[in-house]
């Protein structure tokens, strides 16, 4: 996992994060509107994903943001919303609203 310990080495200033290990620079996310998910992302991150299985992720070419929603993230915006429309704050909910918003407009 990206432990505490790790954690030290996730630098950068906004809006992009990198990870620092043995004098190697990786890229973990760029956050384009500010900080306001940046905290969020990076809390998820360090409990759910070593740096081995991360950056492997992202070296098959999937974003950072598809990385952690593989493992469940939801941004804090999506939550906001969901709770809005009563429904989970998870990925299921967030594919419920999306398909009730599709069968909304389809009728």
């Known amino acids: 996992m990206f432990v505490a310990a790790n954690f030290e080495n996730l630098t ?6 990198f990870y620092n290990h043995n004098g190697e620079r990786k890229f973990v996310a760029r956050f384009k509107y500010g900080t306001g998910g940046k905290a969020d992302f990076l809390r998820f991150l360090v409990k759910n994903f070593t740096p081995a299985e ?3 992720k ?4 999937l974003p950072p943001l ?3 929603e593989e493992k469940g993230y939801v941004s804090p915006t999506i939550k906001r919303m969901l709770k809005q429309h009563g ?13 009730r918003q ?6």
């Open 12 to 17: 950068g200033r906004d809006p992009y994060v």
């Open 54 to 56: 991360y950056f492997g």
């Open 58 to 61: 992202i070296a098959q070419g």
């Open 66 to 68: 598809k990385v952690l």
């Open 87 to 99: 429904l989970p704050q998870t990925q299921e909910g967030f594919k419920i609203m999306i398909d």
């Open 102 to 107: 599709i069968a909304r407009r389809a009728a």
